[in-house]
């Protein structure tokens, strides 16, 4: 399989080097679409062979829709990434041997996150598989927190995972990230409650009890208890988040 790789940054001076060296053991078409970073993303980008294509960003969905619609890939599939993941040889060595069938539109991907000092959060942050590697033709994305990829066709799965470092900028980054992120959650849960599992649909239906929910919820139904202390500690972050976002819903 030959793919494109799209790389989305907003001063990722810190990650995007290691993120294209990744994305260089697939594909040497190697897009990053920049949202007018202060720092030295993009310089770093082009050092490293990277195309840069700069937009000012109007939301995680528009944007991503904007960039599988309108940037020139030079391979019929796209691989997307964030900055903080990495594709480590596993992965690697499946995606180039993969030869997709022909109603397979777009593959799900699933991740190995980590935690603050690195470690594997397999249970308290694991979620399903996400489509990643797709024909830009056949998918859409929607929401603009948290985004959704929907394919318009079969889909299959890979087997090896993304490495997802979402601390990799420290707390207060990962702290200041969430609050804007709670923020955006609230206004849309006002508009409209969004399209998630049942389970978690609770959370929009026991909203003084969101926090708690969460908690129980990721530590004890998620086994995210087996994680142990870094489990723990990213379960009591997350359920805050879903404090604040429950919170902001009364400031709009």
């Known amino acids: ?35 007018n970073s202060t720092d030295s993303t993009t310089k770093i980008a082009q050092k490293h062979g990277a195309r840069v294509i700069s937009r000012k960003f109007d939301g995680w969905a528009s944007h991503q829709n904007w960039a599988i619609k309108n ?49 594997k959060l397999r249970f308290s942050m694991s979620c399903p598989g996400i489509l990643r590697l797709f024909q830009p033709n056949f998918v859409r994305y929607e929401r603009q927190i ?54 978690k649909r609770l959370t929009y239906y026991l909203p003084k009890y969101r926090f708690l929910f969460r908690f129980i919820y990721q530590l004890i139904f998620k086994l995210g208890i087996l994680d142990g202390y870094a489990g723990i500690r990213y379960t009591i972050l997350i359920s805050f988040y879903e404090h604040l976002i429950e919170e902001f819903k009364h400031d709009q």
Request: charged letters at 30%.
């Open 1 to 35: 399989m030959k793919v494109s790789v799209l790389i989305l940054t907003k001063n990722e001076e810190l990650n995007i080097a290691q993120c294209i060296s990744s994305a260089k053991q697939v594909s040497n078409d190697i897009v990053v679409l920049d949202s």
């Open 71 to 119: 940037i020139d890939f030079n391979n019929n599939w796209v691989l997307y990434i964030d900055a903080d993941e990495r594709i480590g040889e596993e992965l690697a060595r499946e995606i180039v041997k993969l030869h997709p069938k022909k109603n397979i539109v777009a593959y799900k991907i699933y991740r190995d996150n980590r935690f603050l000092n690195g470690e």
């Open 146 to 199: 948290n985004p959704v990829c929907i394919a318009n066709g079969q889909t299959g799965r890979l087997k090896a995972e993304l490495v997802h470092y979402n601390f990799s900028k420290g707390l207060e980054e990962w702290v200041l990230k969430h609050l804007d992120y709670a923020r955006r959650e609230a206004y849309e849960i006002k508009l409209k409650k969004p399209n998630v599992k049942i389970l």
